[in-house]
């Protein structure tokens, strides 16, 4: 089997590094053919040169630069455009899951084309959790996709899934639901599994922001049920 794994990255200096060593050792434990893609999204910080230095210690290990921030979605669809291998995984680089799941994830591919994360406890703000829960609906009420937690990011797909689908269009947080509304809709299978969360330790969050929402929660939804309609 190989994989390919990516991290999208804004402003993620101090957890980059712990992020991808931690996903090198779990890997290498595992004796697979991988690759490791760091998406720095117009990072203001040193993410950007974080990721080159890793890059440099490692062949396995590619940066990839947007010049400006693009958003969640755009990154994400850097991420999936650029994997190589038949399998792709991806996770945030902020520490948040613990990375060592993956091994749940590799052992059910045989099952389905897509496996997809929900967190058995969700170590966010009560409002976020609030939005998150209403996100799931809208996506239940908007597209009927049924999904536990539809925005986690600790996602496990088949290169073959991304490249039927793709060209995918959102470029915030709506990403994610696009990818499974799209694959269901194309005939792909997915399955779900629980996951930790884990508190996030230093940086700060961007999908709070009420401008991200607007756009994540109302924009792109009704822009991709408008295409799909």
Not at 113 to 140: T, V
Request: hydrophobic share 40%; aromatic share 10%.
């Amino acid at each position: 089997m190989n994989l390919s794994v990516f991290f999208p990255a804004y402003n993620e200096e101090a957890n980059l590094k712990a992020t991808v060593n931690k996903a090198q050792r779990v890997l290498n434990e595992l004796n697979l053919e991988y690759e490791i893609i760091i998406v720095d999204d117009g990072s203001r910080d040193n993410t950007g040169e974080i990721a080159e230095q890793l890059s440099k210690q490692d062949k396995r290990v590619r940066a990839i630069h947007h010049p400006q921030n693009r958003g969640y979605g755009g990154a994400i669809k850097s991420g999936l455009y650029a994997a190589r291998y038949d399998w792709i995984a991806f996770t945030d680089a902020d520490g948040q899951y613990n990375f060592s799941e993956i091994t749940n994830f590799l052992n059910l591919t045989d099952r389905a084309d897509l496996i997809i994360g929900y967190r058995k406890k969700r170590a966010d703000s009560p409002i976020r959790k609030i939005n998150a829960q209403l996100f799931n609906w809208e996506m239940f009420f908007l597209f009927g996709l049924k999904a536990k937690d539809v925005d986690c990011g600790f996602k496990l797909i088949k290169k073959k899934v991304v490249d039927t689908i793709k060209p995918l269009q959102s470029e915030g947080a709506m990403i994610e639901a696009e990818l499974l509304i799209r694959a269901k809709k194309a005939g792909f299978k997915f399955i779900q599994i629980p996951v930790t969360h884990l508190p996030r330790k230093v940086g700060k969050q961007t999908g709070a922001d009420l401008k991200v929402i607007f756009k994540g929660a109302v924009v792109e939804p009704l822009k991709l049920w408008k295409t799909l309609r």
